[in-house]
Nanobody
Framework: QVQLVESGGGLVQAGGSLRLSCTPS????????MGWFRQAPGKEREFVAA????????YYSDSVKGRFTISRDNAKNTVYLQMNSLKPDDTAVYYC???????????????WGQGTQVTVSS
């Protein structure tokens, strides 16, 4: 079973940047697509970005397009989410997920991390 570990969250001022990382614990996630999702207090979990195993297919939500960049380094078994021009509305717990298809729906992913908190102050 794949366990995912997120890191890189924290407190940042509006306009600042953070880079989140997601690494599997115990096993490689070879062949898996990876997604980032987030959940703010009192809100539903929402899709942020997804990337296929090859990196050829990439999707973003409209709310982060142009500000966030998803990438992966398969040699390091790590997926990244570079977040620039952060806004208070980006405040949430961010989760990475692994699945066999590159989808925007959370139900398409089989494995999830525990999440990392991102807080953007105004």
């Amino acid at each position: 079973q794949v366990q995912l570990v997120e890191s890189g969250g924290g407190l940042v001022q509006a306009g600042g940047s953070l880079r989140l990382s997601c690494t599997p614990s115990g096993r490689t996630y070879s062949g898996y697509s990876m997604g980032w999702f987030r959940q703010a207090p009192g809100k539903e979990r929402e899709f942020v970005a997804a990337i296929s195993w090859s990196g050829f297919s990439i999707y973003y939500s409209d709310s982060v397009k142009g500000r966030f960049t998803i990438s992966r380094d398969n040699a390091k078994n790590t997926v990244y989410l570079q977040m620039n021009s952060l806004k208070p509305d980006d405040t949430a717990v961010y989760y990475c997920a692994a699945g066999r298809r590159t989808m925007k729906e959370g139900s398409a992913y089989d494995y999830w991390g525990q999440g990392t908190q991102v807080t953007v102050s105004s």
